[in-house]
């Protein structure tokens, strides 16, 4: 089983380039999310997807794009890059809002690190 | 709005024990706890739901007090496996949209030497 496939695993991007950040799942999980982690900081929720066509802001949203054409992806659009965006990018999923062990957990990809000069 | 963890750093021998909190102040539907080794993705460890139901994992357990609106890991005997660094990750309600939200702590890193 894939999981959450992230690529690229690695990129630097110049100041006011543009890149995509692509994140698929094979699960069939409806939400999915993007956090970015700085170094030696906690996880901050950018964007979440609660289904195909519906998406909402995390806590950072600013500077990023998402869109939710199908179940399984779930891209990441960074317009005009800056060095404060310079971080770890993961994405995750989970099946859906249900209160039960065996479907709440995050799924995580294995991260996207992303340098901005 | 972000969970607050505490401690943010401990160190600990092998075969010690250890208590890592993580408070809220927003109502919470479950509590999340995830484990971080360096250059990997957060790993789930348990989730503990309203009610106060505690689950636990090898040696590792939690606890959610949902009226407090505080959680603990309770890391017993610890191993060199359990190195890394822990998030809770707390699950609220967003009034404007009617969707949960999993927001993380700043997490605490545990560092066991032998």
């Known amino acids: 089983n894939a999981g959450v496939t992230q690529t690229p695993k690695f990129r630097i991007l110049k100041i006011g380039q543009s890149m995509t950040l692509q994140c698929t799942q094979d699960m069939n999980h409806n939400y999915m999310y993007w956090y970015r982690q700085d170094p030696g900081m906690g996880l901050k929720l950018i964007y979440y997807?609660?289904?195909?066509?519906?998406?909402d802001k995390g806590e950072v949203p600013n500077g990023y794009n998402v869109s939710r054409s199908t179940t399984e992806d779930f891209p990441l659009r960074l317009e005009l890059a800056a060095p404060s965006q310079t971080s770890v990018y993961f994405c995750?999923?989970?099946?859906?809002?249900?209160?039960?062990?065996?479907?709440?957990?995050?799924?995580f990809g294995n991260g996207t690190r992303l340098t901005v000069t | 709005q972000q969970p607050v963890q505490s401690p943010q750093a401990v160190i600990l021998r092998e075969g010690e024990d250890a208590v890592i909190n993580c408070s809220s102040s927003?109502?919470?539907?479950?509590v999340h706890w995830y484990r971080q080794k360096h250059g990997e993705a957060p790993v789930f460890l348990m989730i503990l739901l309203k009610g106060g139901e505690q689950k636990g994992h090898e040696k590792i357990s939690a606890s959610f007090n949902e009226k407090k609106q505080q959680s603990s890991l309770y890391l017993t005997a610890s191993q060199l496996s359990y190195s890394g660094t822990y998030f809770c990750?707390?699950?609220?309600?967003?009034?404007?949209?009617?969707?949960?939200?999993?927001?993380f702590g700043t997490g605490t890193r545990l560092t066991i030497i032998p």
């Open positions: 997807s609660v289904g195909a066509g519906i998406t």
């Open positions: 927003k109502a919470l539907y479950s």
């Open positions: 990750g707390t699950r609220w309600v967003d009034p404007n949209f009617g969707n949960e939200k999993l927001t």
């Open positions: 995750a999923s989970s099946p859906s809002g249900e209160w039960t062990a065996e479907t709440s957990p995050l799924h």
